[in-house]
């Protein structure tokens, strides 16, 4: 089908610790996947995005690995702050289904101070 | 700053209005998509305009009719709407439509239907 799998729903950590979000995908064909962050009642912000032909990326505190066998990407976030407390969505641009790009469920990340 | 201009921020309107959501950009993005997000739910990919012709449209229900009268502007027309049509419709633009490439949402109308 044309989901994207999103796991967890929802992950609390300290402030400080690392934090990991999983998605997987089943189009084969897919090449690109954003992360985006949505703050309460604000709108969905690209924070990173990776192509198929890179294995990782990183910016500063955040970044993303790919693995095109398995068919799953991860968001990783390092020394997390509280400020970075939000819901996160994977995507996915899902070619089968119309050149679209599907999102996951969202993972609301919480940074206890 | 939000470089997608989307108004009106909020909206309340009966089953029987008729009223339009406005998007505009000036990045020069030449692919704009309409997204319905309900509370704690992902973007719901309802349009896309590609060239300033449509070219996805997801099966949504005939009271939403979307306009993309240049490249730079997005409207949806509301009529006769339900109240499970009430959510957050976001608009966005990208600077091609294949779904490649990064988009840009913008705040976003929060539409009540009483």
Not at chain 1, 85 to 107: H, M
Not at chain 2, 11 to 17: A, K, Q, S, Y
């Amino acid at each position: 089908g044309e989901n994207v799998e999103q796991h967890p729903s929802t992950l609390s950590v300290q402030e400080g610790d690392s934090a990991v979000i999983k998605c997987t995908y089943s189009d084969s064909a897919s090449n690109y996947f954003p992360w985006y962050k949505q703050e309460l009642g604000k709108r969905p912000q690209l924070i990173i995005d990776i192509r198929s032909n890179v294995g990782e990326k990183k910016d500063q505190r955040i970044a993303v690995t790919l693995n095109k066998t398995a068919k799953h990407f991860s968001l990783h976030i390092t020394e997390t702050q509280p400020e970075d407390s939000a819901v996160y969505f994977c995507a996915a641009r899902i070619r089968e289904y119309g050149n679209k790009l599907v999102f996951g469920a969202g993972t609301i990340l919480r940074v206890k101070s | 700053d939000t470089e997608v201009t989307q108004t009106p921020k909020h909206l309340v309107m009966g089953m029987t209005n008729k009223k339009s959501l406005k998007c505009e950009q000036h990045m020069g993005h030449r692919a704009m998509y309409w997204y319905k997000q309900k509370a704690k739910k992902p973007p719901e990919l309802m349009f896309v305009y590609s060239y300033e012709k449509l070219s996805i449209n997801e099966s949504v229900p005939s009271r939403f009719s979307p306009e993309c009268p240049n490249s730079s502007l997005l409207n949806l027309h509301l009529h006769a709407l339900q109240p499970e049509d009430s959510a957050l419709y976001l608009c966005a633009s990208s600077q091609e439509g294949t779904a490649n490439q990064p988009q840009h949402f913008g705040d976003g109308t929060r539409l009540s239907i009483l």
